[in-house]
């Protein structure tokens, strides 16, 4: 099985910064992609980055140009540097995996972190 822990929400003023971070454990040779959602209170779970193990990104386009999504394969973990905050960027935002290599299994499957709360005050 496979593990994500996220760290690096909290509460932070308009125009500030946040960087999170999501290590994956549990026997893992190599992660396809790897990525971060968000879920906004009364709102539906969206895509904010991900970025697939040859290093193709996609961003939504609220993140693009204040965020930037990083991962190193050797420690299984994905970053997000998270600039310019604004109140809307307010969630919780979920850690992201898909296509996980172990030792003897591929799973072709979404993991998801516990999630982390980011608020942004105005």
């Known amino acids: 099985q496979v593990q994500l822990v996220e760290s690096g929400g909290g509460l932070v003023q308009a125009g500030g910064s946040l960087r999170l971070s999501c290590a994956a454990s549990?026997?893992?040779?190599?992660?396809?992609?790897m990525g971060w959602y968000r879920q906004a209170p009364g709102k539906q779970r969206e895509l904010v980055a991900s970025?697939?193990?040859?290093?193709?990104?996609n961003y939504a386009d609220s993140v693009k140009g204040r965020f930037t999504i990083s991962r190193d394969n050797a420690k299984n973990t994905v970053y997000l540097q998270m600039n310019s905050l604004a109140p809307e960027d307010t969630a919780v935002y979920y850690c992201?995996?898909?296509?996980?290599?172990?030792?003897?299994?591929?799973?072709?499957?979404?993991?998801w972190g516990q999630g982390t709360q980011v608020t942004v005050s105005s």
């Open positions: 992201n995996v898909r296509g996980v290599a172990t030792l003897t299994v591929f799973y072709d499957v979404d993991y």
């Open positions: 549990g026997s893992i040779l190599s992660i396809n992609t």
């Open positions: 970025i697939t193990r040859g290093g193709i990104i």
